[in-house]
């Protein structure tokens, strides 16, 4: 995303007249999330600086923020599992994780999908989305029970072929599935360690331990400026 990115961090970009990751937040806030966790890294500061502690939204219950400056105390990303992981002592039993580079502005966080996954015996619901122009193999299957596939990446799959889709970054997961018996970093991440989330839930899926849903409404990985131009330019 440079050079935008050279002065401000990308989910700080703005988009439709709001920070990127605003829209994220306040469809949680929508959803009756009323405590959030932030992870932050490259010029983390301006987050906290322009949030604060509390997101409030007329006809919305504030949503309570806490931050883990990863940046700060590590000198860099410790990627989506140790970033998760960092935070998990500050964590319910299940949890919402969206990526705030991402805009999906119509994506309902209910309470109802919250509830049924509480419920399910899986560890992870992930939501995907129909493949963008940038990753047309996509990243994962999904069966007809619901189960997530964990297939081989192709480039570009075949008619014949299960259908990929693209992980949103939108998901639920259950804190078990960030403990001993799948993840072996310590709660809390003490250490800083470095780890992608990919490979927990291959491993998962492998197992039958993820579901998932496939989201059919607008949806971006604002990875470009071009990506980010183009969402400024078309109006509601």
């Keep these: 995303m440079r050079p935008l990115t050279d002065v401000q961090p990308k989910p700080m970009l703005e988009v439709r007249g709001k920070p990127l990751m605003q829209w994220a937040m306040e469809g949680l806030q929508r959803g009756g999330v009323q405590q959030l966790h932030i992870n932050t890294d490259w010029l983390g500061a301006q987050i906290p600086q322009h949030f604060g502690d509390v997101l409030a939204t007329p006809g919305f219950a504030p949503l309570h923020l806490r931050y883990s400056h990863e940046g700060v105390d590590f000198g860099g990303a410790l990627e ?8 998990l002592p500050q964590l319910d039993e299940v949890f919402w994780v969206a990526a705030g580079d991402v805009f999906a502005p119509e994506f309902e966080f209910s309470s109802q999908a919250f509830e049924r996954f509480k419920a399910s015996p899986q560890l992870a619901h992930l939501w ?4 963008p122009a940038h990753n047309v193999g996509g990243d994962f ?10 297939l081989p990446k192709l480039a570009a799959p075949a008619a ?11 998901a639920l997961y259950k804190r078990a599935f960030f403990e001993a018996a799948w993840c072996d970093i310590a709660a809390g991440n003490p250490e800083g360690v470095k780890a992608p989330l ?12 993820v579901s998932a849903s496939l989201y ?9 400026p ?11």
């Design 141 to 150: 299957g999904v069966s007809a029970e619901g189960l997530a596939l964990n």
């Design 216 to 224: 059919n409404g607008a949806w971006t990985d604002v990875g470009t």
């Design 198 to 209: 990919a490979p927990m839930l291959r491993m998962a899926m492998d197992n039958s331990c």
């Design 128 to 131: 995907l989305v129909p493949n």
């Design 80 to 87: 989506t599992a140790g970033g998760i992981v960092r935070a």
């Design 160 to 170: 014949h072929e299960v259908p990929r889709y693209t992980f949103s970054t939108i």
């Design 226 to 236: 071009e990506r980010l131009a183009e969402l400024n330019a078309i109006h509601f």
